[in-house]
């Protein structure tokens, strides 16, 4: 480990830097902009600046220790993550941003004077002011979903939080430890009709999942490009490549009360913008039936806080099970947890050894093409 940390030493610096570069004695994981941006690397090959890749913040450490690891055997990319209050005081030194859950307004965004590009290590980017950006010359991306198994991921948890709602999982818990047997009486997905609000990468795959649990589904979005879903899958019936008969009902935004009153579960697949924060109102959970469960994988802020605990309060919710919350970290102490039918997982619905592994690699991909001065690839760039 000493003899290759100082063979790495040699190579990216003059032996005189030697010991300014002794940060790579120090554990990769623990690695920040302070301890390790100091030192005025060079390419080896050619003598260019190393491309310098941030990462903001503590949440989601798998994204840069994965991105760490697909990048070591490049000395010219540096990876780095700080604490999210210093990231205006260091966001100069940097090429590439990877956001994760921290806030980029035109101030913080002034700051970046080198920086080409912002990207999400996922999908959501409504944390970046994407205008301010493009007025200081700086790309926003996202990683798109489907080709990293992001997607898959997320559907895969939705239904764990329909699952663990249906058969009561803490109502389990309190009968494994009151050495209860046969209690409580859950329910079966089976013949549940679940209305996908924002049928995208994460809504297809939730359905092609959910079809084997024979439920009826149903599903809104923007706009529908024909009367059938174009995928490139084995498991249905397909023609020409179009999948048949994986939504039973299409409706589009208008139609979103109507679907709310025809399902037993309603999962929020959307992408959250100012047109869908808090489109799960006091309104729309109204309008569902009696007794309904609400799942969310998107993003906190699509519901109406002070509504949902007002419809758990009265029982006409029947249960909720998130990933996301209205604020995170979540507050362990936070009322909505007293509900026996609330379910609350700790935003990993994408975080799975597949998914992060393979937007790493994406994340490291783009790194060495802006190094290289190549055209961006894998990414979808949005101004």
Request: proline content about 5%.
């Amino acid at each position: 480990m000493l003899v290759r940390c100082i063979k790495r030493q040699i190579a990216l610096a003059n032996a005189k830097n030697l010991i300014l570069g002794l940060t790579c004695f120090s554990s990769p994981l623990t690695r920040s902009a302070g301890m390790s941006s100091m030192a005025e690397k060079k390419d080896v090959d050619n003598d260019k600046p190393i491309t310098r890749v941030l990462f903001c913040g503590p949440h989601f450490p798998a994204s840069q220790i994965y991105t760490r690891e697909y990048l070591e055997k490049y000395p010219f990319i540096q990876v780095d993550d700080v604490p999210l209050k210093q990231v205006p005081d260091h966001i100069g030194n940097y090429d590439l941003c990877v956001s994760k859950n921290m806030r980029f307004d035109s101030n913080v965004l002034s700051r970046a004077k080198q920086m080409k590009l912002i990207m999400q290590f996922g999908v959501g980017l409504e944390g970046i002011d994407i205008d301010a950006a493009k007025k200081h010359g700086i790309k926003v991306a996202r990683i798109p979903g489907d080709a990293t198994g992001n997607a898959a991921s997320c559907a895969e948890m939705a239904i764990y939080l329909m699952l663990g709602l249906l058969r009561k999982q803490n109502e389990m818990q309190i009968s494994v430890k009151q050495k209860m047997l046969g209690e409580p009486i859950g329910e079966t997905l089976l013949g549940k009709t679940v209305f996908i609000m924002g049928f995208g990468n994460i809504g297809i795959d939730l359905a092609k999942r959910l079809k084997p649990f024979d439920v009826k589904i149903i599903a809104t979005k923007r706009s529908w490009p024909s009367n059938s879903v174009v995928l490139n899958s084995k498991d249905f019936p397909t023609q020409n490549g179009v999948v048949d008969d994986l939504v039973d009902e299409k409706g589009s935004h208008g139609d979103i009360y109507e679907f709310a009153s025809k399902a037993d579960i309603v999962v929020c697949c959307l992408s959250m913008n100012k047109e869908t924060v808090g489109i799960v109102n006091k309104p729309f959970i109204s309008s569902m039936k009696k007794g309904a469960l609400l799942v969310n994988i998107a993003r906190g802020g699509l519901l109406d806080y002070e509504a949902v605990v007002q419809h758990l309060e009265s029982g006409h919710l029947g249960g909720l099970g998130v990933d996301v919350a209205w604020k995170e970290p979540f507050d362990p102490n936070d009322p909505v947890l007293k509900f026996k039918n609330v379910v609350l997982t700790p935003h990993v619905a994408g975080v799975t050894e597949h998914s992060y592994r393979s937007m790493a690699k994406v994340v490291g991909d783009v790194a060495l093409q802006l190094h290289a001065g190549k055209p961006l690839k894998g990414i979808e760039l949005v101004n």
